[in-house]
């Protein structure tokens, strides 16, 4: 069933854009099913449960930490992470600069910009993020590269609304990549479209889209990774 979603999902997408499949609440034999039917890329957001599955599955696997990320747990995934696409403070970008080195390391990172309608979702307004590049202590970091940018389009039924947020998503993409990364090949991604919106996202300029449901199915919040419970959902 998995191994069919994947392939579904795979045929949809456009050459040159890459799946990331989210995982998230998903048993260890969910991700392995997808392993066998060849799949790399599992997008993660709750860092016990990363570390967790990470410690279970093939090491050839490349983790993407999806979610939203607090500055003492960046300590956990710094050894292994491949990409980070959430980034969403410039204190965040610091310390994962730091556990960077301490692994001898350097981490790649997206950084996300707000540019739905809802109040809730993290990241930087594009004038924030202008301002923090402008102002260029990132360019401190030699343990970070900051390979593009990450976003998320409101949650409505309204395509146009979402086509709209993609492409303004898209422009201010190229015009960071203008003004602060024209000799970095480097920085080329960006993060946009969801199972319900990636079809959108593929038509603005999308490079990589994170999937869950349509690979997974529903996700089952309920029996979610408490870490005090975690070895027991793992196990089973
Ligand atoms: C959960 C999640 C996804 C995947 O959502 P689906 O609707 O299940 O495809 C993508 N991106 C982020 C940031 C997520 O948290």
Wanted: glycine letters at 6%; aromatic letters at 10%; a negative charge.
């Amino acid at each position: 069933m998995i191994a069919e979603n994947l392939h579904k999902v795979l045929s949809t997408i456009q050459p040159g854009i890459r799946l990331v499949a989210v995982s998230k609440f998903h048993p260890v034999s969910a991700l392995q099913e997808a392993y066998d039917a060849g799949q790399r890329v599992f997008g993660e957001s709750h860092v016990q449960e990363l570390v967790e599955k990470q410690h279970l599955l093939p090491k050839d696997i490349e983790w993407h930490f999806i979610g939203h990320l607090q500055t003492n747990k960046v300590k956990y995934m710094a050894p292994f992470i491949s990409l980070i696409h959430a980034v969403d403070t410039e204190k965040l970008l610091k310390e994962i600069d730091k556990q960077a080195e301490r692994n001898n390391r350097v981490i790649d990172c997206l950084l996300q910009i707000h540019i739905a309608k809802e109040e809730t979702k993290f990241g930087f307004t594009p004038n924030e993020l202008r301002t923090m590049l402008q102002e260029g202590e990132w360019r401190r970091f030699s343990h970070v590269r900051i390979c593009g940018l990450m976003c998320m389009a409101t949650n409505t039924d309204d395509e146009n609304l979402i086509a709209g947020e993609f492409e303004y998503a898209n422009t201010f993409f190229q015009e960071i990549k203008h003004d602060y990364f024209q000799s970095e090949p480097s920085f080329r991604e960006l993060s946009m479209g969801m199972s319900g919106d990636y079809m959108i996202a593929q038509q603005h300029g999308s490079t990589m889209v994170r999937i869950g449901t349509m690979i997974f199915g529903e996700r089952n919040y309920s029996c979610n990774y408490n870490p005090s419970e975690t070895h027991h959902i793992l196990i089973t």
